[in-house]
């Protein structure tokens, strides 16, 4: 059985610490010298740090309506409601303004997090004690029940955006969690683990480029080249990650499976994933050039523990397209190494695909 899920902690981390670069903090130096039996406590850790932190700066506030009967005329009378409530009885009106409150989502998620970690059995006594001295810090904030759908109505902008570390972190931890409370099947929790892998290593390679290389990066969607300007349902195009250098650029595709190569059948040769190279091709060949660039394509897989693993240079009518697998079971620093070493393969048609 192929697996790609088996990440040391340790890289884990350092992965965090590329996709977030809020980890990079002061507070959270110490994190990387601990030791950690899984990942539930390395994500316990990063909460009972950066939680305080986020408290510490003040939690964020934001304009929210407000609706109640009142005897004191503010914001917009409601009619109807008024009506409804039979609020005149009281000589009170139904009213409703907007209010600067912490009562935002993102808090009420922190604050269900809190409840549900301070009463889960799955961490350490002293860690609970700890999420549950903070919750005082919340009680302007409404209980919601903590569920899944919560963090689809998330929405970042510039005065909240110190938010989304310890939110996606809260997520995480929660996922985790309810997985091993839940009866469901080992292969969900799989499912589940890598779903939440893809994640961050698209969100690290992304990270890496941008912090480690000079190259021009950016994550853009590719129109596609119709000759009517007609796209109604078409899929769109979103890249992963694109490195440009002068008249050269490179659209990655960041891939985390439980499989990178398959076999028609049992003994048979192992083939790459043809909906896999269509994608790629497809992003080359849409990508609308300037005179005299150069355009190539890169699938890069999480190495998993099958005999074989993508590691290979093809040119197709033209087009460069390296297919390559990520060790990131080995030291982080190795991991850098061939990070980089994939780039100058293509930049500089030196380095290796494979150790």
């Not at 033209?318 to 390559?324: E, T």
Request: proline share 2%.
């Amino acid at each position: 059985m192929e697996r790609n899920n088996n990440i040391p902690i340790r890289n884990i981390y350092y992965m965090l610490s590329y996709a977030y670069q809020t980890l990079n903090l002061a507070e959270y130096k110490r994190i990387g010298t601990e030791k950690f039996e899984n990942v539930k406590e390395l994500y316990a850790e990063i909460l009972s740090i950066g939680i305080p932190v986020l408290i510490r700066g003040g939690l964020s506030k934001d304009y929210i309506s407000v609706e109640e009967t009142s005897n004191v005329i503010k914001g917009k009378i409601d009619i109807n409601s008024t009506i409804k409530k039979n609020a005149l009885v009281n000589k009170k009106i139904a009213v409703v303004y907007d209010e600067f409150s912490e009562n935002i989502l993102l808090n009420q998620i922190i604050k269900a997090t809190l409840v549900y970690l301070s009463r889960s059995t799955k961490i350490a006594q002293k860690k609970r004690r700890l999420f549950y001295g903070l919750l005082p810090y919340f009680t302007k904030v409404s209980d919601v029940e903590l569920d899944l759908k919560l963090w689809k109505n998330v929405r970042y902008n510039r005065q909240n955006i110190r938010y989304q570390f310890i939110v996606d972190v809260c997520r995480y931890l929660y996922e985790q969690l309810l997985f091993d409370e839940s009866t469901a099947s080992q292969m969900m929790k799989k499912a589940q683990d890598e779903q939440r892998l893809s994640s961050l290593y698209e969100k690290f390679i992304y990270a890496f480029f941008k912090r480690e290389t000079k190259y021009k990066v950016s994550h853009p969607q590719i129109k596609w080249m119709v000759d009517d300007e007609f796209t109604d349902a078409l899929p769109m195009m979103q890249t992963d990650l694109v490195l440009q250098n002068n008249k050269k650029t490179l659209i990655v595709d960041a891939k985390f499976y439980s499989e990178n190569m398959v076999a028609r059948f049992e003994g048979g040769a192992a083939k790459h994933k043809s909906s896999n190279l269509y994608q790629i091709f497809t992003y080359i060949n849409n990508w609308k050039k300037e005179p005299d660039e150069m355009v190539a394509g890169m699938l890069l897989y999480a190495k998993t523990t099958a005999l074989n693993q993508p590691n290979h240079t093809y040119h197709i009518k033209g087009n460069q397209i390296i297919v390559a697998s990520l060790d990131l079971q080995q030291d982080f620093s190795s991991i850098k190494e061939d990070l980089l070493a994939y780039v100058n393969h293509w930049d500089k048609g030196t380095g290796s695909l494979s150790r």
